[in-house]
């Protein structure tokens, strides 16, 4: 077997605290379908037949009743951790070692995108790497985000990637907030890759292809508890180390006898490198290819242990951890999904105005005279007479009443909104009900 | 399988499948009644036929359906034996070894034609008719009615030689039966890319831009994740150079095995090969097999066939990788050694030798007259797209050697300086001419005419028993757009789809004659060019 698919979805959506207080992040409908779904369907559609997901109890429960989880036709080996939170996703690929037999392809629940899956493999596969992830030109979301008054600043922390020349090669890995006295750059880097391409408005899609070694390297490591907070930073300074690049027999017995403290670190650390068997050694010197020219070393500069990243700038890839980020992609599961945007079960009536790329769920009940433009309705929601709901969300089991204006909304499941109701903008949280003739704009209800 | 396949439709087998579906091992006695009866069928059937065809009007139908050879029409008396007839068989992937009657009829193609054979009688005398009229056509699509007469006895018939599917690129019925082969093997067709200059249409030509690995699952489970890293390492070009390619083939190979189980009621010699031919197909995909790769493949696939069948699959396992161990230590790592140490004789002091290229046996040989303290200087000619000169300009300046470097533009006047020529080859073969990167020719032809001995290097399991006079009929295409390249910001070529009489053509080989190569040194020794069929002979009868 090449390849074991893991899925993290023990996540606990921080960031978007409004949804996920009721719902778990993986369970949150996007298109109508639980947001684990889709990297599901991903996998499902590139060819993998089985998926290790790990999540929550709470979340495995809904799993197991979500008829939408039922059409996925892989075998899902649900493996359950704690909510508590503490646990990081490679504290959970620490927990599942025993079940990994080959490597690994680590994937989030929340990821959403149409790439091509086999350009992030064939990087891992053709160049023998360690460590193969996915990147993709951040997209500004431009739709006002309910809820929040005002544009909300991005104050996020930056993340710095520097990649060579053929922008495929990861050199180099930071965030803003590791690296307080400015960027520095090791002059071995520099040596090795005289040009590199530093961008910053790149969105990590969490997409990680790890080599079987790198697992036994975190079953060893009991420190790293974070892939991609801790993990990933390591592997990439860990290209360039020294260690990594010499390992004769003489400069072993040094480094051995300098770090005995950190001895079973050191040998696990080989270990991810690449040990290429003599006869691929072989091939390599005798084949008349070189990654990189100009200087006098062979092909990865004899390196072992390389990290090598796909950037994708065209299609879809979001990452939905933040509220702005779930409604661009509600807004764009339309596209993404083959089935058709209205549920066959869902009792549409014929004075109502549909846009395109609206989906309605299944058994909806939409009456007469309502205009639903650009909005998403779950299941089982009905909307009475004269409503009209644009650039909306709308989750399960909500009732509209009639003459309702709603307007760039996120409405969680068992909501009613009462008659003659007008929302801009507004979050109005689970079971929660909005009295009649109610006029809101820009408010979180809970 | 296709030997079930055949089994099915030859339903006489009816207790032979039954005990398969109980489970039962097969017997000896049992796998060669089956045996015997498949060839008692294909006799029974082949006699039907000529009964029910005088001229053997089906092999004339199913030839249509089937590629043809295109150099048989001066053949006739050699014409497909009715048992070479029905078995395209997959073509093989080196251009030398040839379906024997093979094993696999398409036992269907056979049954429709009889049950309309009345229609076919009449058929057959109109066309009888116009041939004779129109007089023997020598062209590719007719076989000549007298090879149909020749026919029954030529059962005994020699192996006939055909064209492998590769170079018939542009004959829309072989391509048809290459798509039908490889989806019976479940491995994805890769198509062809651009616009091909005319003269070599009926080569393949792929996009390095679209890899064959699109179209499989990710986890790939049909081909084994080695044959798959190693296919796409042969797309991109990471491993290139004929040797490379032939040791990280082995390797794959060895990977392979052991992780090849037995399935019960299977023999390991039988099953293992099958298993590797739906892999060499999907390698050939990504990138045509070189000479050595098909020699390598012929010689694990004999090795493999001569596994007694009470060895113990362990025991087996172990054997098939130490063959490939010895295999590659022989042929490769021991047969450079002892080139380098001809060569050495060749080298002397004050010496000016120009190499073309990045050919690791070159390199090799001169890292090791260096090492022997032989004094020369070297001259690298390199040429694009490839540009593959860089890096053995790199290797010898590393190793201390002093080097300069040309382009093949400036080769002849570079040459009045030099005093010997080093070449690699890609194949020798069997008529004595040298298979090698483009170009090499190219330098072959201006050192005889500056009177500057020409030395070809080459390992004797290069050598092939393809026969070639020219560069077109067999050759590679590489991806036309390696040749775009971008200058201070503008690519003239980028466009170059649209326009209409525009081609590109990035050819990867070429064929020197032997009238320009003095010497060929190979680990047998210093042979001249035309001594190679020699050692074929002697390879074969060693074999």
């Known amino acids: 077997m090449e390849l074991q698919a893991v899925l993290m979805a023990a ?197 990680y292809c790890l080599k079987k070694a790198v697992v036994d390297f975190l079953a060893d490591n009991k420190s790293i508890s974070s892939i991609r907070g801790e993990l990933l930073p390591y592997l990439v300074r860990k290209q360039f180390s020294k260690t990594t690049n010499c390992p004769k027999s003489k400069d072993d017995a040094d480094d051995q006898t300098q770090k005995t403290a950190d001895g079973s670190t050191n040998s696990t650390e080989l270990l991810i490198c690449s040990r290429d068997e003599p006869l691929l ?152 009900q909005i009295e009649a003739e109610g006029k809101h704009r820009l408010v979180s209800r809970f | 399988m296709a030997e079930s396949g055949v089994t099915d439709g030859l339903c006489n087998t009816d207790d032979i499948e039954r005990s398969k579906t109980e489970g039962k091992e097969l017997t000896k006695e049992e796998k060669q009644r089956l045996r015997k009866e498949k060839k008692q069928q294909k006799k029974n059937k082949e006699k039907n036929d000529e009964k029910t065809s005088h001229e053997g009007e089906k092999k004339k139908n199913k030839k249509k359906k089937e590629e043809q050879p295109a150099g048989s029409a001066s053949q006739p008396p050699a014409q497909p034996s009715p048992k070479a007839v029905p078995a395209p068989a997959p073509p093989p992937p080196a251009a030398a070894a040839v379906p024997v009657p093979a094993s696999e009829a398409p036992a269907p193609a056979d049954k429709p034609a009889k049950s309309k054979a009345d229609l076919k009688a009449e058929r057959r005398a109109r066309q009888e008719a116009e041939r004779a009229s129109k007089g023997k056509k020598g062209d590719v699509g007719q076989p000549a009615p007298t090879g149909k007469l020749k026919a029954p006895p030529s059962e005994l018939q020699p192996v006939v030689k055909r064209l492998p599917e590769h170079v018939q690129v542009d004959n829309p019925e072989v391509v048809k039966k290459l798509a ?134 362990e025991e087996a396992k172990i054997k098939l990788l130490n063959c490939i161990e010895r295999y590659i230590n022989e042929k490769i790592v021991l047969a450079a050694k002892a080139i380098a140490k001809y060569s050495i004789e060749k080298i002397s002091d004050g010496d000016v030798i120009l190499v073309y290229g990045c050919s690791s046996l070159v390199n090799h040989i001169l890292c090791e007259a260096f090492e022997k303290k032989r004094k020369f200087r070297v001259i690298v000619v390199d040429s694009r797209p490839r540009l593959e000169g860089r890096e053995a300009l790199r290797r010898l300046v590393q190793k201390g050697i002093s080097c300069t470097y040309v382009l093949i533009s400036a080769v002849s006047y570079i040459l009045p300086e030099v005093s010997k020529v080093f070449l690699g080859a890609h194949a020798l073969l069997a008529n004595g001419y040298v298979m090698s990167r483009v170009g090499t020719s190219q330098i072959a032809l201006v050192a005889k005419a500056f009177n500057v001995p ?82 074929l002979r002697v390879k074969n009868v060693d074999q």
């Open chain 2, 180 to 313: 039908k082969k490889l989806e019976r093997q479940q491995i994805p067709l890769r198509s062809d890319y651009g616009y091909k200059v005319s003269l070599f249409s009926h080569l393949h030509q792929y996009s390095r831009k679209a890899p064959l690995t699109q179209q499989l699952g990710i986890p790939s489970t049909v081909i084994h994740p080695a044959i798959v890293r190693l296919g796409l390492q042969y797309s991109q070009g990471i491993v290139a150079g004929s040797n490379a390619r032939s040791v990280a083939l082995l390797h794959a190979f060895q990977q392979v095995i052991r992780d090849y189980t037995t399935p019960p009621n299977e023999e390991l010699s039988r099953d293992l090969v099958n298993k590797l031919k739906p892999y060499i197909s999907f390698l050939n995909q990504c990138r045509p097999l070189s000479a050595s790769m098909g020699n390598a493949i012929k010689y694990i696939k004999k090795e493999i066939s001569n596994i007694p069948s009470q060895c113990k699959e």
């Open chain 1, 11 to 207: 996540g606990g959506g921080s960031r978007m605290p409004d949804l996920t207080y009721n719902t778990p992040k993986p369970m949150l409908p996007v298109g109508n379908k639980p947001l684990m779904w889709h990297p599901l369907n991903l996998l499902e559609r590139v060819g993998f037949e089985e998926v290790i997901v790990i999540t929550t109890k709470e979340v495995q429960k809904m799993m197991s009743t979500d008829p939408k989880m039922k059409d996925v036709k892989m075998k899902l080996d649900v493996v359950c951790i704690q909510e508590d939170g503490d646990m990081g996703t490679a504290d959970a690929l620490r927990h599942i070692q025993q079940k990994i037999k080959t490597d690994v392809l680590v994937v989030s629940c929340d990821l959403i995108t149409d790439v091509a899956l086999h350009e992030v493999v064939d990087l891992f596969r053709a160049h023998n790497a360690t460590l193969a992830m996915l990147m993709s030109k951040a997209h500004d979301f431009t739709e006002t985000v309910p809820g929040q008054k005002g544009k909300k600043k991005t104050g996020e922390q930056r993340d710095f990637v520097g990649v060579d020349q053929s922008g495929k090669r990861l050199l180099f890995m930071a965030n803003e907030a590791d690296l307080e006295d400015g960027l520095s750059i090791r002059k071995s880097i520099m040596r090795k890759h005289p040009r590199m391409h530093i961008k910053t408005g790149l969105v990590d899609a969490h997409l």
């Open chain 2, 454 to 535: 020409v030395l070809v290097c080459c390992e004797t399991y290069k050598f092939c028993e393809r026969v070639q006079t020219d560069s077109f009929v067999s050759n590679e295409l590489d991806d036309p757009d390696d040749l775009i390249v971008t200058r201070k910001g503008k690519t003239q070529l980028e466009h170059w789809q649209k326009v209409p009489s525009l081609g590109l053509l990035n050819l990867v080989y070429d064929v020197t004659p032997p009238d320009f190569v003095d010497l060929v040194i190979t680990d047998l020794g210093m042979i001249p060019c035309t001594s190679v069929p020699v050692v």
């Open chain 1, 281 to 432: 050694q072989l091939a390599q010197e005798r084949s008349c290819w070189n990654d990189h020219r100009g200087d006098m070393s062979e092909a990865y500069h004899g390196g072992k242990l390389r990290c090598y990243v796909h950037i994708m700038d065209q299609g879809l890839c979001y990452r939905v951890n933040t509220l702005a980020a779930y409604i661009e992609a509600n807004r764009l599961a339309s596209k993404l999904l083959e089935e058709p945007a209205v549920h066959p079960s869902a009792v549409i009536s014929e004075r109502c105005q549909m846009g395109p790329d609206s989906i309605i769920g299944a058994q909806c009940q939409v009456a007469d005279k309502t205009s639903i433009k650009r909005s998403t309705i779950g299941n089982s929601t009905t909307v009475k007479e004269k409503v009209k709901v644009t650039n909306s969300i709308i989750m399960h089991g909500v009732t509209i009443e009639e003459g309702c204006n709603i307007h760039g909304c996120v409405i969680c499941s068992n909501a009613v909104i009462g008659r003659g109701a007008d929302l801009k903008y507004c979050l109005v949280g689970n079971g929660q």
